[in-house]
């Protein structure tokens, strides 16, 4: 258990939904990061945020968006689902961004399918 | 643009044998190495990590790897695997001025007794 938790763990929704994906990080981390995992793509980095501020951003749609809360957890929300959004999402933690030292701490992921 | 190739996409091998992961990244500056570890309908996994320093690191549960700058490579090897080492690799690595890290596709290991 990296102390990383991801709700839900499996999502089925239909293609132009919109879903949100929450996370928690570890306990004193402040930075979050969101990946994508797919068969197509594998895994991609999507956003990070540190602190509650975007730190920085990747392969991500415009549908999609992400915040940060002063509590630390942080959410996806994925917006007009297509059939090409099904796909793995994790989410990391790290203690703080910028160190030569960091590493990620994983999440268990939540499976997102859109019929 | 910055990349990981893993070359091997599935590897099988039988319970004692040795194995090695090729991994190659493409960056031309300071990096730090990862090789993260996902067993089935698990999370990712930190196995081991290169920052500085002794280019051939120690992880978790008899991997090591090797980091050859001039080859911009960072192999994954275990002198003997089990059963338990069934899973899929990925190598990753992040240059110094980000933290984002770029991973590669990916090897599926499978080990049979």
């Known amino acids: 258990d990296s102390g990383v938790t991801q709700t839900p763990k499996h999502l089925i929704t239909a293609t132009g939904q919109r879903v949100t994906l929450r996370c928690s990080p570890r306990?004193?981390?402040?930075?979050v990061y969101w990946y994508q995992q797919s068969l197509d793509q594998g895994l991609q980095f999507l956003i990070q945020y540190y602190n509650g501020e975007e730190r920085a951003k990747g392969n991500i749609l415009e549908r999609f968006s992400a915040q940060q809360f002063p509590d630390l957890h942080s959410e996806l929300n994925l917006s007009s689902l297509e059939l090409g959004d099904s796909a793995l999402y994790f989410c990391?933690?790290?203690?703080?961004?910028?160190?030569?030292?960091?590493?990620?701490?994983f999440g268990p992921g939540t499976r997102l399918t859109v019929l | 643009a910055q990349s990981v190739s893993q070359h091997n996409h599935h590897v099988i091998l039988s319970e004692a044998a040795s194995l090695e992961l090729g991994c190659n990244y493409s960056?031309?500056?300071?990096?730090?190495l990862f090789w993260y570890v996902q067993y089935p309908g698990q999370h990712l996994q930190l196995l081991l990590k290169y920052f500085s320093g002794d280019p051939l690191v120690k992880g978790i549960k008899g991997f090591e790897a090797e980091f050859i700058k001039s080859k911009f490579s960072f192999n994954l090897r275990k002198p003997s695997v089990q059963w338990s080492d069934t899973a899929e690799y990925f190598c990753?690595?992040?240059?110094?001025?980000?933290?984002?890290?770029?991973f590669g596709t990916g090897t599926r290991l499978q080990v049979f007794p």
């Open positions: 960056y031309g500056g300071t990096v730090n």
């Open positions: 990391a933690s790290s203690p703080s961004p910028g160190s030569s030292y960091n590493e990620q701490f």
């Open positions: 306990s004193g981390d402040l930075s």
């Open positions: 990753a690595f992040r240059t110094y001025n980000t933290d984002k890290l770029i």
